[in-house]
């Protein structure tokens, strides 16, 4: 079975802070993505890469980086955390891309909370 | 715009009824199309999909979905809901699958499904 976890569940952060949230896949996938899920809104794409040291911008990117150093770790970055980034972000991965359209597997999520 | 819409922000059937959960998309050609289920506190489980072939797709956990071209329709039926089936439900597709490189999916807003016992 596929496995991406999470670093966190739950995370609570200040404005202002710098906010590391951790991504892991086990399935050796090329493919990895960080999405923002808010209510009413569905799915809304961060980041995605597609190799180690590889990134491409998704649909809402400001306010966001990524680290992609390891094929099985992909990271998001809040530089500097404001309250509108209260949310929860899914990781997902996928496998290559070969002109068919791949199933992403997904973590648990992690609820994060900015005051 | 090319878009995913689940018309329905929340549903509730009771235990042993049947369920329909609509997705339409505005694309012009047939995309690849996905159901994806998450169970509270959960991330998202994918309960089948559409690339070609036969149009009648059989999933997971007693799921179905019918893709239906003229309509632009991917809607996702089950006989018999079980009270473990309360979560959301997301459609999701991928368009121009066949442009080569990465594929972006996108996401309809969900549905939410309650069970009543």
């Known amino acids: 079975d596929v496995k991406v976890t999470q670093s966190s569940r739950y995370l609570v952060k200040r404005t202002g802070e710098k906010v590391f949230l951790e991504c892991v896949q086990d399935?050796?996938?090329?493919?990895m993505f960080w999405y923002r899920q808010d209510p009413g809104l569905g799915l809304r794409l961060i980041y995605f890469?597609?190799?180690?040291?590889?990134?491409e911008k998704g649909d809402i990117p400001e306010g966001y980086s990524v680290s992609r150093e390891k094929k099985e770790r992909f990271s998001l970055i809040l530089e500097s955390a404001s309250t509108n980034q209260t949310s929860m972000y899914l990781c997902?991965?996928?496998?290559?891309?070969?002109?068919?359209?791949?199933?992403?597997?997904f973590g648990p999520g992690t609820r994060l909370t900015v005051l | 715009a090319q878009s995913v819409t689940q018309p329905d922000i929340h549903i509730t059937v009771s235990e042993g009824a049947s369920l329909e959960l609509r997705c339409n998309y505005s694309?012009?050609?047939?995309?690849?199309l996905f159901w994806y289920v998450q169970s509270p506190g959960q991330g998202l489980q994918l309960l089948l999909k559409?690339?070609?072939?036969?149009?009648l797709v059989q999933g997971i956990k007693g799921f179905e979905a019918e893709f239906k071209r003229s309509q632009s329709s991917f809607n996702l039926r089950k006989p018999s809901v079980h009270w473990s089936d309360a979560a959301e439900y997301f459609c999701?597709?991928?368009?121009?699958?066949?442009?080569?490189?990465?594929?972006?999916?996108?996401f309809g807003a969900g549905t939410r499904l309650a069970v009543h016992p």
């Open positions: 559409y690339f070609s072939g036969d149009t």
């Open positions: 999701a597709v991928v368009l121009n699958p066949f442009s080569g490189g990465y594929n972006k999916l996108i």
């Open positions: 997902a991965s996928s496998p290559p891309t070969s002109g068919s359209a791949d199933t992403q597997y």
């Open positions: 694309y012009g050609a047939t995309p690849y």
């Open positions: 399935m050796d996938h090329e493919n």
């Open positions: 890469s597609y190799d180690v040291k590889m990134k």
